[in-house]
């Protein structure tokens, strides 16, 4: 095993947190209206227009873009060293299935329940991502049960179980789909197709807090998870426990899944792409890998967020359809780039 | 796998079903010609057949068709997304009216090889919902009811016209869906609604017909009234799920109304009622006339335009 290159580890990450934090700074100041900054900043806790465009409609989706985007990259790196299969992406596990079925039953049987928080006073929160994220745990239940045997998860297992119970969830959904009234299905499907759309900075907090927390818990197993790409063999022989590690990294990757799917529905292609353009670009030491796969995915969904609102204007695109649309190419760019320097080309 | 050998099914069944039929039609070929067996493929056609008079000919309307009364209980020929060919050429009808645009036309097509004969009618304008009853009153073979039933819309409309002709115009957010936010555009017919209403549609500029609106477009654009699809539990208190954006009109001035009927979304023989519906909503005032007349912030006039 290579020593860390701490120099590099700090390098790539304050370079990667630095353009974070202006990605960020840039989109919450870019959108399909003009936001005057003036304005808004002496306003700016009235009920100014500018500053309720800057405070309420875009700072916690920003925020909340960036906490799904490295939440979904960092789990798309574990699940990939996990399952030893560099197609494992956070939509595959069957966790997302869940979390979509238990929203649209929210949707379905209780659309504009709001919750209050501490009796009204700090705010209401949806019942929609509640039902999600209770989707995505009985899912996730149901998931481990099916790969767990003799105290180990089988990569096999659990991706074929994911897979399938994901499409099983796909069958119920459409099938609601094609009962509910034509208005509601439509609103079903937008739902679906996932958006970054919210206001309150309470599940936007929430969100980070769970996902900083997913995060830091799974970049402390950076060393046994590059010890796990060797093989389960070759990781016992050097000290990891193969069946508790993927447990743990199971578990804890499918609640940061269950929670991000049960606020932005299902978006796609960060958590597939991000881990490999960042393993083609810095190589595949998870201690380093992780962090900045997670600030990578902060910055791409970001950027992608803000084209999504500004690209169609007034209409806002689904953020899926852009994540795929720029991610794509530039990742099979990398890809053949990468194959043609292996070969010496 | 098990989709793929169902679609080769059914192809076969209609092959043997479009050699079955097409032999006994083309018999009495030339003695149809008024449609006596109509499968309707929208909620609206279904109403606008029963506005017609010529309910008793439906023989099959979508799941989706709720409206009048009547049509509950006639045989169901699949949703409105996706009838079903074989219970639509079981049911032999001799018309089939789906609404382009909404009905697939892959499928129209299919209908059209099994030797039924189908009409797709426009409704993305007023115009167009208008001469669509024409067109189908002429097709059942009575002209008139059609012009009938234009006129009893044009004097609703006239009617709302009237109502409102005082009051500044508001301009307006009609929203179909909240979660994400999903508002009426234009090039649809209740764009057209809403100007008629004596609203102007926020969204009114945009190139679709119904579109995800980003939040801080709705608070840039500081509608004065907010129009929005009213389900479940919550809709006696629209303005909450605004309560933070308190910096548009609609939501200061508790402009936040919920609606819940099919009345104003199908591009049927309701209309009119339709509009009423969306004028008592931007300009409740030019409507209580009679009820509060002197109380304050009831006046419907113009002071404002």
């Known amino acids: 095993m290579k020593v860390l290159d701490r120099k590099k580890l700090f390098l790539v990450n304050s370079i990667l947190l630095a353009l974070l934090v202006l990605s960020a700074a840039a989109c919450t100041l870019l959108g399909p209206v003009r936001l005057d900054l003036s304005q808004a900043l002496t306003h700016l806790f009235s009920s100014n227009p500018d500053a309720e465009i800057l405070l309420r409609a875009r700072l916690p989706r920003v925020l909340l873009g960036v906490a799904i985007g490295g939440g979904m990259a960092a789990c798309g790196v574990v699940l990939q060293a996990l399952l030893g299969n560099p197609l494992a992406c956070p ?41 999600a994220f ?6 996730m239940i149901l998931v481990y049960r099916f790969s767990l045997f003799h105290g180990r998860l089988h990569p096999y297992h659990l991706l074929l179980s994911g897979v399938i119970l994901n499409s099983f969830i796909a069958a119920v959904i459409m099938f609601l789909n094609s009962i509910v009234d034509f208005y509601q299905a439509q609103g079903l499907l937008f739902w679906l197709m996932g958006s970054l759309s919210t206001r309150a900075y309470l599940t936007v907090g929430f969100i980070w807090l769970y996902i900083l927390v997913g995060f830091l818990w799974l970049w402390s197993k950076g060393v046994s998870l590059n ?16 069946g508790a590690l993927q447990r743990q990294v199971f578990i804890a990757s499918s609640l940061m899944i269950g929670a991000m799917v049960s606020v ?9 792409m991000v881990p490999h353009v960042m393993r083609l670009l810095i190589g595949s030491d998870h201690r380093l890998l992780l962090p900045a796969s997670f600030l990578a995915g902060g910055i791409f969904l970001c950027w992608a967020d803000t084209f999504a ?3 169609l204007a007034p209409a806002e695109l689904p953020v899926g359809i852009v994540t795929a649309f720029f991610g794509g190419p530039f990742f099979l760019f990398l890809l053949y780039r990468e194959g043609r320097r292996s070969l010496g080309l | 796998m098990i989709c793929r050998s ?34 309707s493929l929208a909620p609206s056609i279904t109403e606008t057949v029963f506005a017609l008079g010529f309910g008793n000919r439906l023989v099959g309307v979508t799941s989706h068709c709720d409206y009048p009364a009547e049509a509950k209980r006639l045989p169901k020929i ?15 009808p001799d018309l089939v009216i789906g609404v382009a645009g909404a009905t697939d036309p892959a499928r129209a097509r299919e209908i059209e090889r099994l030797g039924i004969k189908i009409t797709l009618v426009s409704v993305s304008s007023v115009s167009e919902i208008l001469s669509s009853f024409k067109h189908i009153a002429a097709l059942l073979g009575d002209p008139d009811a059609g012009a009938t039933l234009v006129e009893k819309i044009t004097a609703q409309f006239g009617k709302v016209k009237r109502r409102i002709a005082p009051a500044p115009r508001r301009s307006t957010l009609l929203a179909v869906g909240l979660r994400p936010l999903v508002a009426v555009g234009g090039k649809n017919f209740l764009d057209e609604l809403i100007t008629l209403a004596g609203g102007e549609n926020i969204a009114g500029n945009a190139s679709q017909p119904w579109l995800n609106l980003p939040d801080e477009y709705v608070v840039a654009k ?18 909450r799920q605004w309560s933070d954006l308190k910096s548009i009109p609609a939501v200061k001035e508790r402009r936040v109304y919920t609606y819940n009927s099919d009345k104003i979304l199908r591009p049927g023989p309701r209309i009119g009622e339709g509009l009423e519906e969306i004028a008592r909503l931007i300009h409740p005032e030019c409507f209580n006339v009679g009820k509060s007349r002197g109380a304050r912030g009831s006046r419907c006039e113009g002071s404002g335009s």
């Open chain 1, 91 to 131: 939509q595959m596990l069957g966790v997302s299935g869940g979390a979509s079925l238990g929203g649209i039953l929210g949707i379905i049987f209780f659309p504009n329940w709001l919750l209050p928080i501490a009796s009204g006073r700090l705010g209401e929160i949806s019942w929609i991502p509640l039902a």
């Open chain 1, 134 to 139: 209770l989707g995505a745990l009985l899912s």
């Open chain 1, 227 to 242: 010890l796990i790409t060797l093989g389960e063999d070759a990781a016992m022989y050097l000290g990891v426990e193969p």
């Open chain 1, 264 to 272: 932005s529905g299902m978006i796609g292609f960060v958590g597939l």
């Open chain 1, 309 to 311: 609102r500004i690209l």
């Open chain 2, 6 to 39: 169902r679609f080769f099914a059914s192809r076969f069944f209609l092959g043997t079903l479009i050699f079955v039929f097409g032999l006994a039609w083309s018999g009495n070929a030339a003695s149809e010609s008024i449609p006596r067996r109509i499968v």
């Open chain 2, 78 to 92: 699949g949703d409105f997304m996706s009838p079903s060919l074989e219970v639509i050429a079981a049911k032999q």
């Open chain 2, 222 to 239: 500081a509608p004065q009234v907010i129009i929005q699809a009213g389900m479940g539990s919550d809709a006696s208190r629209p303005t």
